[in-house]
């Protein structure tokens, strides 16, 4: 891969996590209002775990200690922090121009190379965790039993609704 087209994969890489949590197409079906907010209450406390692992994973893969910042509905959408630089409110950063090697050397294609796949990664394994919410929220309900909760607040008007597609 030539120089430019690697830093261009790389950038596009960058700006796919702009929702690389979108859970849009995956969006559970709420009975009530009440699951909603017990749905979205549930996954903010489950997200720092999932970064925990995704760092864990990273750091053995490419022996890079990464941390996150999460963004987005809850703090489900996340990018490294260490390779961004904010541009004011809670979205997505700028990718940090430092954080590319100078393209002098096989050494240095490497390094952007390496920066490329942990992208990647990041952003499949992201993909993953949203096309899965359905599965883990109906567990979820299961292991805690919450139908029944749920069930009381049958009356509740349902207000939580997709706000993208």
């Not at 596009?12 to 209450?41: C, L, T, V």
């Not at 954080?99 to 990664?121: A, C, P, T």
Request: net charge negative.
């Amino acid at each position: 891969m030539k120089r430019q087209e690697l830093i261009s994969a790389i950038h596009h890489e960058w700006r796919n996590m702009h929702h690389n949590a979108s859970i849009s197409k995956y969006y559970p079906d709420f009975q009530n209002e009440y699951e909603g907010y017990i749905f979205w209450e549930l996954l903010a406390s489950c997200v720092p775990d999932e970064i925990l692992e995704l760092a864990e994973d990273i750091q053995d893969k490419w022996g890079v200690h990464l941390t996150f910042y999460q963004y987005g509905r809850n703090g489900a959408s996340i990018a490294p922090s260490q390779w961004s630089q904010s541009v004011g409110g809670s979205g997505l950063g700028i990718l940090l121009y430092s954080v590319l090697s100078d393209y002098s050397g096989i050494e240095e294609h490497n390094e952007n190379y390496r920066i490329l796949q942990i992208l990647k990664y990041i952003n499949e394994f992201w993909r993953l965790r949203a096309e899965d919410v359905q599965q883990w929220w109906d567990e979820t309900k299961e292991q805690l039993e919450l139908q029944s909760k749920i069930d009381a607040h049958e009356g509740m008007a349902l207000v939580t609704k997709r706000v993208w597609e």
